[in-house]
DNA sequence: CAATTTATATACCACCCGTTATGGAAATCG
DNA sequence: CGATTTCCATAACGGGTGGTATATAAATTG
């Protein structure tokens, strides 16, 4: 009985890693989008041959979910991360906080991934769609949750609407990354993250 | 001396209207985006030949930019006579139920023509990018100078930005876009909107 | 040292892209 | 009518696409 199996390879051992690989493919899709990204865009940057790809990661498709899963695990954990906060007015400023931050952090590529990808062109990555639309409506779900908590807690007036709040914080995470993408600099994000502060219900 | 030069032309007259081929192609860039658009998806939805296409509107480069003046001339319009309203709230008012409207017509394709080009992927395409960001950058700057205009009168409180309020009102344009474009249904617009205008300063 | 297993490298596949050359049809002008 | 001009249809162009077959190199297992 093996507790580990498979931790050594039995032939010629890969020559790069894995890992690493999949940081820059996500980097490639994060700035062309699915189907802006080539086969020779991905692997000219991970610095690997085409049939390595194909061995490693299958195809073009299931790269792409590794590097949107690989996204999520270590670009938009703030928003999980945000939830936690004790009132809702703690959720919105570090959700929009830390939107800012990754937004204008200048070694991610401009823009959403999540964004870049919803809106994308072809029929042919409907599923890419689906699968980033999905993990959106997810993190929609989530804050709804957080926020009909928080109304039964008191945390804003009876006249709002926390799937309101929701969709608002959700409108307000997707123009912040469509003015990135389009060149936004950080102060004028910053303004933006402010004034939708200022806005926010209560205190 | 001519009045009104080549109303009718020498040769065989063109066999379709130009107008609805453009028309249609609108279409086809607003669902697919720029890159998106195959010339066959666009010949085929124009109903002409190739040949045809060129020779009316040059190449699929000039052919969007004529659709994208149509979109401006014919579908955002509401921004430009939003701004005439008597209040600051007002305009806010209008340029959030009119992209309702827009983004939840059943006869309209999902999305904005400008956020999907804006967020376009390849690098071929970056002129196109250009040309959308210009336009939503002027809508912006019209919207700064209305707010600020506003502010002097006094629309509201001293310690909002009339900036902020601008790249405030183009995030939710944008954000309604997105989720329109991943088929949040027209209720749920106008959730995200209500909620906006109950945040919006003043009254 | 074989024998085996796996990774890499080169080249290639069929297909689709935007664009254009070619050949014939249909209209106006002299 | 003949000449000319313009439009339409077919087909082809070079280049890029995602994906793969083949052959060689490098490691482990006996």
Redesign the pocket.
């Known amino acids: 009985m093996e507790i580990e199996a498979a931790t050594?390879?039995?032939?010629?051992?890969?020559?790069?890693c894995v890992d690493a690989a999949l940081a820059a493919a996500l980097r490639v899709f994060w700035s062309k989008g699915y189907?802006g990204?080539?086969?020779?865009?991905?692997t000219e940057a991970m610095g690997?041959?085409?049939?390595?790809?194909?061995?490693?990661f299958g195809?073009?498709?299931a790269?792409f979910n590794k590097a949107l899963d690989l996204y999520e695990r270590e670009k938009t954990d703030y928003m999980r991360a945000a939830l936690d906060a004790p009132t809702a007015r703690g959720v919105a400023e570090r959700l929009m906080y830390g939107a800012l931050d990754m937004y204008s952090c200048p070694e991610n590529p401009n823009g959403c991934l999540g964004v870049i990808n919803s809106v994308a062109c072809?029929a042919e990555a409907e599923c890419i769609r689906e699968a980033v639309v999905a993990r959106s409506a997810a993190a929609k779900q989530a804050m709804l949750e957080r926020f009909t908590r928080a109304k039964n807690e008191g945390d804003f007036p009876d006249d709002v609407d926390p799937a309101g709040l929701a969709a608002f914080l959700t409108a307000m995470n997707q123009g912040m990354a469509v003015q990135a993408g389009a060149g936004a600099t950080r102060a004028e994000l910053e303004r933006l993250v402010e004034t939708g502060l200022k806005l926010w219900p209560g205190r």
Chains 1, 2 share one sequence.
């Open positions: 050594v390879s039995k032939g010629r051992p890969r020559e790069f189907e990204a080539s086969m020779a865009d991905l690997i041959t085409k049939p390595s790809l194909y061995a490693a195809n073009k498709e790269l072809g």
